[in-house]
C-alpha cells in the first residue's frame, strides 16, 4: 500500500524523519571533534526503526567527512544493520558527490526521487550544493521548482543549506543567493515549510527575515490576491553527527548526542514538529 493510500484510508498525518550530516569517514571508528560518527548514525537509525509511525525517511546532505568512497559504502551498512525498511530520499550536501550518493544508494531502501507526492502533500527536495562549501540554488532549479509544484497540495522544501542566517559562524557557508530564493517562495501560499540541514542545530526560524534581506518592495509581494504570502517557517536540523556550538566563531563540538527532527504532515495543510535528542 502506497503512503497516498494508506494517508487517505485512516486520515493520519505522514510522518516523515529528517535526518542530516553524519560527517562518516572511511575507518568505522572515525571520530569528529571527539565523536564517533558512524555509532551515532547507528544510534539515530535504531531510534527511527523503534518509531513505527515514520512513513518516510529525508536525508538532507553532507554524509561524509573524508570524501572517501569507503564513506558512502559506510553509510549504506549501517542502514542494512539497523534494519531500516522505511523508503529513504536523499540530496547532496556540500561534502558530498550527487554521482556517489547515486551509486551507493541504488538499492533498497533507498530512492532517488527528488518530487515526492503524498497524498495532499509534496515534498521538493531542492539541490543546493556549489562549487564552495556555501550554497546556491541554481536559476534553472528555481524555475523547475516552479514548474513542478502542484498548487493543489501543500508544500515541504528540504535542502541542505539555510536560507535564512542563525547567527554563527556557519552563515558564512549559508545560502548564498537568499533573495532569488525567497522571491520565488514568497510567490506560493502553499509553501508550508522549509526544512535544511547544514546548521548542526534544531531552530526555528520565519521568513519575514528573509524578507529583510531580500528587501522586497510592496509591488514584489503582491500576488493574484493581492495579499502577502503566508509565514513561512525555517526548521533546521540537529545533526546525526555533532551539534555546533554557536559561540565559537569555527566548528566545535557542544556536549551532546545526536538528533533528527520528525514531521508530521496533516491533510488539512497543518505541519507539526518534534525534535529528538539521543
Known sequence: ???????????????????????????????????????????????????????????????????????YQNFVDCVHACNVTVPIYYLAGNHDEPELLDKYFAGSPFLPNKDISISHWQVQLLDSKSATPAGYVRQQALVQLKTVIDQSKHQLLMMHHHPIDVGYFIDKHGLQNKADFWHVINEYSNIKAIACGHVHGAMQLTNPLARQVCKLSKKTLRTKSSKEPEIVTLYTCPATSIQFDPNVDGVAALAKGPGYRLFYLHADGQLTTDVVAL
Open 1 to 71: 500500500m502506497s503512503l497516498t493510500d494508506k494517508d487517505h484510508l485512516n486520515n493520519k498525518p505522514v510522518v516523515l524523519a529528517q535526518i542530516t550530516d553524519s560527517h562518516l569517514f572511511s575507518s568505522p571508528t572515525g571520530l569528529h571533534h571527539g565523536h564517533n560518527v558512524l555509532e551515532n548514525l547507528k544510534k539515530v537509525l535504531l531510534s527511527l526503526c523503534d518509531n513505527l509511525e515514520i512513513d518516510l525517511i529525508v536525508f538532507t546532505g553532507d554524509l561524509t567527512q573524508d570524501h572517501t568512497e569507503q564513506s
